[in-house]
T-cell receptor
């Protein structure tokens, strides 16, 4: 089992360009999350999903859109990238059937916007 | 501002000593979790404590929770070089899981 995978691992964008980050999971988890991590800021929640076809805003949703068309995939889109979106992006999943509430994280995508 | 705030921001101790990190949060929670992040990697879950629990143990980890003070502490006993990492508290509020800024722990040989 691959667990949680993220594509791509690295990307450099120019200001104004668009891109989509893909998070894929094979654990059949209902909940999926997108976070960004900046130096000294910890992880900040961008958007999350509690099931296929659902999305909700987190702490810092502006400038990002998400879609959860299939249970196993959670896409994060940047329509017009800005230098302030330079960050490391982490996807995470959570199983709602268990009692641990543990999140499983992907390896991250390092994005630089110039 | 973020829900959780860890203290201290950075901590250096000698191998074998105990390390204590604290987390304060702002609003009522369902549970609180602690995660570890090795440099450049994703986070790994360490331990969860529910809002109706006061203390929990897992191996060398001891977590306390004081809901009246909205604070938690993570104690790592008999530290090892492999414990060098960043540690984050995460509070669960319904469906959201919100992280603090983390404590960078460095174990000196």
């Amino acid at each position: 089992n691959a667990g949680v995978t993220q594509t791509p691992k690295f990307r450099v964008l120019k200001t104004g360009q668009s891109m989509t980050l893909l998070c894929a999971q094979d654990m059949n988890h209902e909940y999926m999350y997108w976070y960004r991590q900046d130096p000294g800021m910890g992880l900040r929640l961008i958007h999350y999903s509690v099931g296929e076809g659902t999305t909700a805003k987190g702490e810092v949703p502006d400038g990002y859109n998400v879609s959860r068309l299939k249970k196993q995939n959670f896409l994060l889109g940047l329509e017009s990238a800005a230098p302030s979106q330079t960050s490391v992006y982490f996807c995470a999943t959570k199983d709602v059937t268990g009692t641990t509430h543990e999140q499983y994280f992907g390896p991250g995508t390092r994005l630089t916007v110039t | 501002s973020q829900q959780g705030e860890e203290d201290p921001q950075a901590l250096s101790i000698q191998e074998g000593e105990n390390a204590t990190m604290n987390c304060s949060y702002k609003t009522s929670i369902n549970n609180l979790q602690w995660y570890r992040q090795n440099s450049g990697r994703g986070l790994v879950h360490l331990i969860l404590i529910r809002s109706n629990e006061r203390e929990k143990h897992s191996g060398r980890l001891r977590v306390t929770l004081d809901t009246s003070k909205k604070s938690s502490s993570l104690l790592i006993t008999a530290s090892r070089a492999a414990d060098t990492a960043s540690y984050f508290c995460a509070t669960m509020i319904w469906d959201k899981i919100i992280f603090g800024k983390g404590t960078r722990l460095h174990i000196l040989p």
